[in-house]
């Protein structure tokens, strides 16, 4: 069977999972329409606290590269980030690794020109690529695309956008190109903190239509992120925030398969 076809069928088996039906309609209560992604289900307790434990272990940099065949031969399951340039991918990752220093940030686009590769808590590797479109180089395009079709480690690309600005059309060529080569990968819409609740859920729905009709291999659950905002009229905005933080962690957990390793106890004698 074609891989293609199999990364089609994992996702209608992942959509036909999750109830109740909302996300379809019909006329005659016997042909359907998927329209929208289903509720995911909700996080487990052991789930969260597995997330956690996992991302406040140390997160040590391994190398930057600036083509494929420089990337070391790792043995731990490896998740990407990727998305249009100065979509917040950096910040993104500073704030799940509980670090604010480990990915610079710029509002300069195209301030990422590496692979870099992170080591979390010596189970997962994090890999940060080269923002594309606005102000990106075509050997930064190349790079992304040669490490996507030969990195075997690789379980899950996440693939950022921002909701304001919508599926550009680079977006929707990289989604093509994972579809076309079989790759996994789940949408992270960024900067929700800009954004009313009633707005964001507007241009979420935009995005998730398109998925809905076009993607193949995209995990059926859109995720977010956003900054947190130091104000009274933002702490419920904050708590929304933490709450969709913790989904990303939780994601990379289930896309990568590991089991997160206990905490060690020291032993008295």
């Given at each position: 069977?074609?891989?293609?076809?199999?990364?089609?069928?994992?996702?209608?088996?992942?959509?036909?999972?999750r109830s109740p039906m909302k996300h379809l309609t019909t006329s005659d209560n016997k042909s359907f329409q998927l329209v929208a992604f289903p509720d995911p289900p909700s996080i487990s307790p052991k789930q969260l606290a597995d997330a956690n434990l996992l991302f406040a272990r140390p997160v040590q940099f391994i190398k930057s590269i600036s083509h494929v065949d420089q990337a070391s031969d790792l043995s731990n399951p490896e998740v990407a980030f990727v998305g249009r340039s100065n979509v917040g991918k950096s910040t993104l990752i500073n704030t799940?690794?509980?670090?604010?220093?480990?990915?610079?940030t710029s509002n300069r686009p195209g301030h990422t020109r590496l692979l870099?590769?992170?080591?979390?808590?010596?189970?997962?590797?994090?890999?940060?690529?080269?923002?594309?479109?606005?102000?990106?180089?075509?050997?930064?395009?190349?790079?992304?695309?040669?490490?996507?079709?030969?990195?075997?480690?690789?379980?899950?690309?996440?693939m950022l956008v921002d909701p304001l600005a919508g599926l550009k059309e680079t977006d929707k060529q990289l989604m093509s190109y994972l579809d076309q080569h079989a790759l996994?990968?789940?949408?992270?819409?960024?900067?929700r903190d800009r954004l009313s609740t009633e707005k964001f859920l507007e241009l979420k729905?935009?995005?998730?239509?398109?998925?809905?009709?076009?993607?193949?291999?995209?995990?059926?659950q859109l995720l977010s992120t956003g900054k947190k905002r130091m104000t009274k009229r933002k702490v419920d905005e904050n708590s929304v925030i933490e709450d969709e933080i913790a989904k990303v962690k939780c994601a990379i957990v289930q896309a990568t398969g590991i089991t997160v390793a206990p905490r060690r106890h020291s032993s008295l004698y």
């Open positions: 069977m074609p891989l293609v076809l199999k990364r089609a069928i994992h996702t209608a088996c992942q959509l036909y999972a799940i690794t509980n670090n604010s220093k480990l990915v610079k870099n590769f992170f080591d979390i808590g010596s189970q997962v590797t994090l890999v940060d690529m080269p923002g594309y479109g606005y102000k990106s180089k075509e050997e930064w395009g190349d790079l992304i695309l040669d490490y996507l079709s030969s990195r075997q480690q690789l379980k899950r690309l996440f996994s990968y789940q949408v992270i819409l960024t900067k729905a935009d995005v998730e239509r398109y998925l809905v009709k076009n993607a193949i291999c995209c995990y059926p």
